[in-house]
């Protein structure tokens, strides 16, 4: 029975959803490269990623045009929308398995230390 106290009905909390995913998610996928800002493959799985678009991109290409007809504008201009689609794909499987980019030229002081100076942050 309410007593006067005041009972919240709605309790909102804020909460980091990269943290509860990285927390989830134990092996990245992909980590930050050591020179300059983007990703690299850091296990199996983003390699298969990485080789996936890879090929679904190239069979886009040679599946989609002859090389003895001359391809329409119509054709051209969808396949670049299909590769700009494939490309924020990637970015966003990237985005949601690997590290946070960031741009570096080298290892970091702030960076833990490993002992091998040429495995990407």
């Known amino acids: 029975m309410y007593q006067g106290r005041i009972l919240p009905l709605v309790h909102i909390q804020y ?14 996928w992909f980590k930050r490269k050591l020179y300059g800002w983007g ?6 799985e983003g390699w298969l990623v990485l080789w996936l678009f890879l090929v679904v991109i190239l069979g886009n290409v040679l ?6 007809t001359e391809p329409q504008k119509n054709d051209v201009l969808r396949m670049v929308a299909e590769t700009f689609g494939l490309v924020f794909f990637l970015i966003l499987v990237y985005v949601r398995t690997g ?4 741009w570096q030229w ?3 002081v702030e960076d833990e230390e490993d002992g091998d100076v040429n495995a990407p942050r």
């Open 15 to 28: 909460v980091d959803l990269r943290n509860i995913q990285m927390n989830r998610m134990k092996k990245l």
């Open 39 to 44: 990703w690299q493959p850091a296990s199996w």
């Open 63 to 68: 599946l989609r045009y002859d090389l003895d």
């Open 99 to 102: 590290e946070r980019p960031r």
């Open 106 to 108: 080298g290892k970091r």
